[in-house]
């Protein structure tokens, strides 16, 4: 198995590999499998890293457009191009397109810190989310939501950001996990069978989640946030959209 760097370090931008396979892909996409990566493949409604390899020895590059999970590797999804893919054995640089992660990093945070502020505020419980760089929604189970409750939230969420919260990474065995009141809420219990270990990410004193996204180190990176919009889906499901605010 490769080493996924992107789940103990968030902030590792490039690294060193080797090519340990290459499949043609579908619609001439190759897909490349390498002995270590920066690359978050998605998931958890975080979009996937995009990017570069790098040959060293010709000065040959590749655009990584997308990656993905394949059999527990981190698969990269090369752009099409008629030179064809690298060899096995090849030794690259990998790089991310580290403004558009960033920006992916920041706004994960943010989404749990409007979690976490729903929730204890408001005993909301989230029911879904998804992101693009600098924006993002969260469903809620949110009967009584309305447009004063949302501008207090964006009020509480920006100064529980603003305090400078620090963001930890935990990795806890899995009946650990589940005796951890708060992370029921966010369905911890939906889980696989066969996951024994529960990876969470907390922002000390407001949020505890299972999650295997990329975050910020402290709410104070985020910035700001501002509420863009808030739609009903049901009497009882509501979704608030969020963007980031340079500070
Ligand atoms: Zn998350």
Not at 18 to 47: E, H, I, K, N
Not at 173 to 193: C, H, M, Q, S
Not at 219 to 229: L, M, S
């Amino acid at each position: 198995m490769g080493e996924q760097l992107c789940y103990a370090d968030a902030y590792a931008r490039s690294v060193e590999a080797l090519v340990v396979s290459v499949d043609a892909g579908d619609g001439g996409a190759p897909l490349v499998v390498l002995d270590r990566t920066v690359f978050y493949p998605g998931g958890g409604g975080q979009p996937s890293d995009r990017g570069l390899l790098l040959r060293a020895a010709d000065g040959r590059s590749w655009t990584v457009r997308a990656a993905r999970k394949a059999g527990g590797e981190i698969a990269h999804e090369l752009e099409p191009s008629d030179d064809g893919p690298p060899g096995v054995g090849d030794r690259l640089e990998v790089d991310l397109d580290w403004a558009r992660r960033l920006a992916l990093m920041r706004t994960h945070t943010a989404l749990h810190a409007l979690c976490g502020v729903v929730w204890r505020d408001h005993g909301a419980l989230v029911t879904g989310g998804n992101m693009e760089p600098g924006s993002g929604r969260m469903d809620f189970e949110f009967e009584r939501m309305t447009g004063d409750l949302v501008d207090a939230i964006e009020d509480a969420v920006n100064r529980e950001l603003h305090v400078g919260r620090e963001v930890r990474v935990n990795v806890l065995p899995r009946a650990e996990a589940f005796a951890i009141p708060d992370l029921i809420r966010t369905k911890v219990n939906l889980l696989p069978e066969g996951i024994e270990q529960i990876r969470t990410i907390e922002i000390v004193g407001l949020d505890l989640q299972a999650d295997g996204g990329t975050h910020v180190a402290n709410t104070r990176e985020v910035g700001r946030i501002r509420v863009t919009g808030y739609e009903s889906k049901g009497r009882i499901n509501k979704r608030i959209r969020i963007a980031l605010e340079d500070a």
